[in-house]
């Protein structure tokens, strides 16, 4: 997506009305990755570890898309 769209994006998500969760924002694309690996770090499904290496194999797949097509 930084590719396609750089990284310097801002945007607001919401969840599902029925949870009544605030609106989260982001700065960046990245930064919005980051803290989507690590709530899965806190929501006890993955080790640190599970989301540096997630976040780094997502990133080179990434590249790899971009490069050949």
């Known amino acids: ?10 945007f607001t ?7 009544n969760l605030q609106p989260l924002a982001f700065k960046s ?8 690996g690590m709530s899965r ?3 006890g ?7 540096r290496d997630g ?3 997502g990133r080179n797949l ?3 898309v971009v490069e050949k097509f």
């Open 1 to 10: 997506m930084t590719a396609f769209f750089g990284d310097n994006v801002s």
């Open 13 to 19: 998500t919401v969840a599902d009305a029925s949870v």
């Open 55 to 57: 976040l780094t194999a």
């Open 45 to 51: 499904y993955h080790w640190f570890s599970d989301n």
């Open 29 to 36: 694309i990245t930064k919005s990755a980051e803290e989507a």
């Open 41 to 43: 770090v806190y929501g």
């Open 62 to 64: 990434g590249k790899y």
